[in-house]
């Protein structure tokens, strides 16, 4: 039985090797849990009836959805129906395992676009629908066809520019969120959720399916599955242990109004208002000594004990090289002039 509402629905354009497979695709409005009865006519064109499903576009397609279509979309449409770029739509009824690599690019679009937030989608078995791309000037281009691409081109006299080799490309080529800043744009992947009001510095980095909420200030790292609250600060070089990245099964997040301070970092999760001191990094088994507002000893733990408490101060004694905690009665207030993004 079909489902009355669809997950999402998008067309989109892209780049295709010459064996036909999909390097990349871009998706310039796609709809996020449209009801199906508001699609059906898009859906009627597309000959399509249930489940998660790719279609190839040709001109007459085109036209053809251009004419149920409205405003941008259908402008969209019809200049697909113009280009000799592969075009496709993309239906997804369900949240499920991704089967393709356009589900995958759509995927990754609406978490740029802030349709839904980091650890909220099923993105299972994204790694192998991701091809590695030589990202150039001249576009995505497959790595077996880049020498005779970059023989051409220096024939020509327009070399081409090899920006990065990797699955992911650079989300400001695909989406730019508004209210926010990026200072490096290749800093940011496609996937990565970059809230209003977030400025993103030269050396802070977002990796796909992780984010903040905004407003933020990013000088660090928010590695694969991490997300930071409204209002905290990432430190130059900061850094957050993702999932991908050592942290294991355990989900990351910082809470709001925390302060993660220069060439700092960790490995648990933190609530709101937690302050981790310059250098001092918390893994799930650092020691700690809990101290009282009187900076009495409480007790000792492991750090994980700790993880997803409010109000916690975390420095390292710099007699005793002991790792402690204290109560922290400051939020961390962001520099609002710094934070304009207008």
């Known amino acids: 039985m079909a489902n009355s509402q669809l997950f999402s629905l998008a067309f989109g354009i892209g780049t295709q090797n010459s064996k036909g497979e999909w390097l990349e695709v871009w998706f310039p409005a796609p709809r996020f849990g449209p009801a199906r009865a508001d699609v059906q006519a898009l859906l009627d064109v597309l000959g399509h009836t249930e489940g998660n499903a790719d279609y190839a576009l040709d001109d007459a397609t085109c036209e053809a ?32 395992e991704l089967g393709s690599t356009p589900q995958t690019y759509l995927k990754l ?6 349709f839904v937030l980091p650890n909220e989608m099923n993105l299972d078995g994204i790694f192998p629908l991701l091809p590695n791309v030589a990202w150039t000037n001249a576009g995505a281009i497959d790595l077996e066809e880049l020498p005779a691409r970059q023989l051409e081109a220096r024939v020509a006299g327009t070399p081409l520019h090899v920006h990065c080799v990797d699955k992911f490309p650079r989300m400001a080529d695909y989406v730019v969120p508004s209210g926010m800043r990026i200072a490096d744009a290749s800093r940011a992947r496609l996937g990565a959720y970059i809230g209003e009001g977030t400025t993103v510095m030269h050396e802070g980095q977002i990796n796909f399916n992780s984010g903040c909420i ?16 409204k209002g905290s600060d990432l430190g130059g070089s900061a850094s957050t242990a993702g999932t991908l990245s050592g942290g294991g099964s355990i989900v990351i997040s910082v809470g709001e109004e925390c302060l993660v301070s220069a060439n700092a970092g960790t490995g648990i999760p933190l609530g709101d208002r937690c302050t981790i001191e310059a250098g001092l990094y918390i893994t799930p088994g650092t020691v700690v000594q809990v101290l009282d507002e009187e900076r009495n000893f409480v007790k ?35 520099n609002e002039t710094l934070h304009a993004n207008n």
């Open 65 to 96: 959805l251009a004419t149920v279509a409205d405003g941008d979309e259908a402008a969209a449409l019809r200049a697909f129906g113009s280009s000799d770029k592969p075009a496709v739509a993309t239906v997804l009824e369900t949240d499920d």
């Open 109 to 114: 679009h609406l978490l740029s676009h802030r």
């Open 214 to 229: 905004g407003p933020n200030m990013i000088e660090g790292r928010i590695s694969q599955g991490v997300t930071v609250g």
């Open 300 to 334: 000792q733990v492991k750090a994980r004990e700790l993880a997803g408490q409010h109000d916690m101060l975390f420095i390292r004694n710099s007699q005793t090289g002991i790792v402690e905690c204290r109560t922290n009665k400051r939020a961390i207030a962001l």
